[in-house]
Nanobody, 124 residues
Framework: QVQLVESGGGLVQAGGSLRLSCAVS????????MAWFRQAPGQEREFVAA????????YDADSVKGRFTISRDKAKNTVYLQMNSLKPEDTAAYYC?????????????????WGQGTQVTVSS
């Protein structure tokens, strides 16, 4: 089992920044792919970004390229999502996810483990 605990969400004005953290614990996850998804009320879950735990290679959704950066810190067993130039349409619950198969994919069903989520609200 892998446990994922998100933190760092909150209320921010448009144009501001937030950094989300995902603390990872449990079984060995050296070959995992880690990702962030988000879901706004009444909308489907949306892929944001993914990172390889092994080599730090990343894959970003077009909607966040140039604004969001995903990274991982092996020493701290933590995945981050740095969010800059936030827009009201970025408002959503953000979820950390882990794929034991190590695939950098935007397909949510590929991910085996999920956190509880952290809310991000961007005011205009």
């Amino acid at each position: 089992q892998v446990q994922l605990v998100e933190s760092g969400g909150g209320l921010v004005q448009a144009g501001g920044s937030l950094r989300l953290s995902c603390a990872v614990s449990g079984r060995t996850f050296n070959r995992y792919a880690m990702a962030w998804f988000r879901q706004a009320p009444g909308q489907e879950r949306e892929f944001v970004a993914a990172v390889s735990w092994t080599n730090a290679r990343t894959y970003d959704a077009d909607s966040v390229k140039g604004r969001f950066t995903i990274s991982r810190d092996k020493a701290k067993n933590t995945v981050y999502l740095q969010m800059n130039s936030l827009k009201p349409e970025d408002t959503a619950a953000y979820y950390c996810a882990a794929d034991s198969g190590g695939q950098l994919t935007n397909y949510d069903l590929a991910y085996d483990y999920w956190g509880q989520g952290t809310q991000v609200t961007v005011s205009s």
